[in-house]
């Protein structure tokens, strides 16, 4: 399976490091969808392949600056295969499939937006965006969509960002109200 190495690059910003919940450590495949999440952030890329897979992918390395698509394998030894703009192969990184239920998504991404709401947010995770899809430009417009002050917030982009990675959902999940009150007894 081919996929276009920047969406996994996004995908790898927003997945867990040694979480307990061991299946947030890797990529969510579906035959429509890449996904990952950290349970502070969620990510969903129409990823546009032909696939039948419903797998959890966790990259042991790094996918090179210059690798354009990447070959996942699943035979004897499971490898991802870079290959440049050019179509030459400039490297490979080691991959595990790991055996989990993967959060439904479904459940997570808002359906409706109330512009009335002010939800809080934390503001490191703000930062995801510019991590997912600085590599191609240094200007990425968001927009903030809340649907419920305990709902996930989530983030639009502008079309050329939708077009480069697959219209993505990309969600904060927000704070909860008492945070400054919280932040202001324990922090001074």
């Given at each position: 399976m081919k996929i276009k190495s920047?969406?996994?690059r996004a995908a790898l910003v927003c997945v867990a490091k040694n979480d307990a919940r061991y299946y947030l450590n890797g990529?969510?495949?579906?035959?429509?969808?890449?996904?990952?999440?950290?349970g502070h952030v969620a990510l969903r890329l129409e990823h546009g392949i032909n696939t039948r897979r419903n797998i959890i992918v966790q990259f042991i390395g790094h996918i090179p600056v210059r690798a354009d698509m990447t070959e996942l394998t699943f035979?004897?030894?499971?490898l991802a295969t870079h290959?440049?703009?050019?179509?030459q192969r400039i490297g490979f990184t080691a991959i595990k499939l790991l055996d989990g239920r993967f959060p439904d998504l479904d459940r997570v991404v808002p359906t409706m937006v109330d512009h009335n709401i002010n939800?809080?947010?934390q503001a490191g995770l703000l930062s995801y965006p510019e991590k997912?899809?600085?590599r191609e430009r240094k200007f990425i417009p968001m927009q903030l969509l809340p649907s419920g002050k305990e709902s996930a917030v989530l983030i639009k982009f502008d079309t050329t960002v939708n077009s480069m990675y697959g219209n993505p959902k990309f969600v904060v999940m927000p704070c909860r109200d008492s945070a400054f009150e919280v932040v202001k007894?324990?922090?001074g």
């Open positions: 920047a969406m996994l990529i969510h495949i579906t035959p429509k969808y890449i996904e990952a999440t950290n035979g004897k030894s499971l290959y440049d703009a050019h179509g939800p809080v947010v997912m899809f600085g007894e324990f922090l």
